[in-house]
């Protein structure tokens, strides 16, 4: 199942982990359930958009695009045979089930929609069924097991305080979805050149301290700024009542100074004030109190990369433990596999 925001490259993974499938031999089904896609790379074998499309809702009962894919997923909820019964007929034990999910951010916050598709895939059946990619035994003897994949562009790394915004929602989408987990760094390629390879480690194991780093280079460079700005020229000594007054005036100036860049109003101290820095502080810091989110790395162009993550899926599914076990072949059969054919 695979998640995020929109732009994390969620449709191109799923292309590239169906073509590595390919490649390895192995058996696949690709599930879209974006009702706004426009196009995908690969055909899906079950399209949400077969059903319903973001665009017949948005022009029929004229919501937006936000309320229209919800809309969408809700419908999908009331009529789940749609997915239950191609995936019950068509999907053998050991197929991949590899699901595209919508990039609404809301889906993985606070909308009760993603746990209840969960919840109706993985509860109350029994039987056989499908392989990695669902969760649990499901709806009509459905039994699936899923792991949720959640992409974030490794781009947020060059801004921290993004980044750790970006794992605060990777981390609320865990609690919300209740499956095994793997959080990913997708487009690790377009940052080689602005991230050494050891701080992408840091970055991968979120160390709060990263945070911490930005924010007091920040806070020197603004302090520094600062003083600068009161410093005084050298110059005659003044009188005693000149003195205090221009002593004043500065003291003034300084806490209007102080004032204004404590002002979480005021757009100059957007994404830089006081205020802000003190929110991420609160934020890594309930990050780093849960303890729950690490990151893979990704680069799609690298196909060791993509097994590389599809190995941790496997793992997370328990694809090899659920395969059965193959006989094994008889010494007599073995001896005849190894004759000489002249002999």
């Not at 009542?241 to 500065?250: I, Y």
Request: aromatic share 6%; net charge negative; with cysteine.
């Amino acid at each position: 199942m695979v998640m995020g925001p929109a732009g994390a490259g969620k449709t191109t993974f799923c292309s590239a982990l169906l073509q590595h499938l390919q490649h390895s031999r192995r058996s696949s089904y690709y599930v879209n359930l974006d009702p706004a896609a426009a196009s995908l790379p690969q055909t899906p074998d079950l399209d949400i958009r077969d059903l319903i499309t973001l665009e017949d809702v948005m022009s029929e009962l004229s919501l937006g695009p936000n309320g229209g894919l919800i809309y969408c997923l809700e419908f999908l909820l009331q009529n789940l045979e749609f997915l239950t019964g191609p995936l019950d007929a068509d999907v053998s034990e050991s197929t991949l089930i590899v699901i595209d999910m919508p990039g609404q951010i809301e889906l993985y916050t606070h909308v009760p929609v993603l746990p209840e598709l969960v919840r109706a895939m993985g509860a109350g059946g029994g039987g056989g069924g499908g392989g990695g990619g669902g969760a649990g035994a499901g709806v009509g003897g459905l039994e699936i097991r899923l792991c949720a994949c959640w992409l974030m562009e490794a781009t947020f790394v060059v801004d921290r305080a993004k980044f750790f915004a970006g794992t605060l929602a990777a981390m609320s989408a865990m609690v919300l979805v209740e499956c095994p987990h793997l959080n990913v760094l997708s487009k690790c390629d377009l940052v080689k050149g602005l991230v050494s390879r050891r701080q992408l480690k840091r970055f991968g194991r979120v160390e709060v301290g990263l945070l911490m780093e930005g924010t007091d280079e920040r806070d020197d460079a603004a302090a520094s700024s600062s003083f600068s700005e009161t410093m005084v020229t050298p110059g005659p000594i003044p009188s005693s009542s000149s003195g205090r007054a221009e002593a004043g005036g500065q003291q003034q100036q300084q806490q209007q100074h102080h004032h204004h860049d404590d002002d979480p109003a005021d757009p100059s101290n957007m994404m830089r004030g006081a205020s802000f820095q003190r929110l991420n502080r609160a934020v890594a810091q309930l990050i780093d109190d849960f303890s729950m989110v690490s990151f893979l790395q990704l680069e799609v162009q690298d196909e060791d990369s993509v097994g590389a993550i599809l190995s941790y899926i496997d793992d997370a599914i328990q694809y090899h433990e659920a395969q059965e076990p193959r006989e094994v072949m008889e010494l007599e059969d073995l001896e005849q596999d190894w004759q000489d054919p002249d002999g």
